[in-house]
């Protein structure tokens, strides 16, 4: 029972080990470098040093947090899958999906086709137009099959994709 509580042991996972394999390992292996979710926010893996509190200089691993895209409180036995981690920004994971089921919004490693979709900007005012405003409603074009569409549009709405990114 003890082994199967470290197999599992999500904690374990988070911490850096240089001779198992964790959350820097599989970050860096996946090479994403920006959260799948939102597409705004890094999620890349880096070894760094800093001053600690004595001045002295410390090495740290950096790497993203993963999302549970089935939450590991429902679906313990997928805690460490590598198919249900999801390499995640802070906002996304702890905000937005915070352990709600995906409720079928669109899996990141799904395969689909190159440019599934793309987003459609249109300026809503003159000065948005020659870049000295930010005034713009958002759309959406696809190419992809229907159920791929709709899981891709339940994603925008489950992350607040269209608010945010036309507020910035």
Known sequence: QNLLKTIFDYTIFRKYRKTIINGFWLSENLGIECCPYC????????????????????????????????????????????????????????????????????????????????FKGFPNDVSTLYGAGKDITLGFEYNCDVETETEIKKSIDFFGIKDSYEKC
């Open 39 to 118: 597409n705004r926010n890094h999620t890349s893996s880096h070894q760094t040093f800093y001053q600690n509190i004595k001045n002295e200089s410390q090495e740290e691993y950096v790497f993203p947090e993963f999302d549970h895209f089935y939450p590991k409180e429902k679906n313990p036995v997928l805690a460490l899958s590598f198919y249900n981690l999801i390499p995640s920004c802070n906002i996304c994971n702890s905000h937005f999906k915070n352990g709600r089921d995906p409720e079928k919004v669109f899996h990141p490693y799904k395969q689909v086709g190159h440019n599934h979709f793309s």
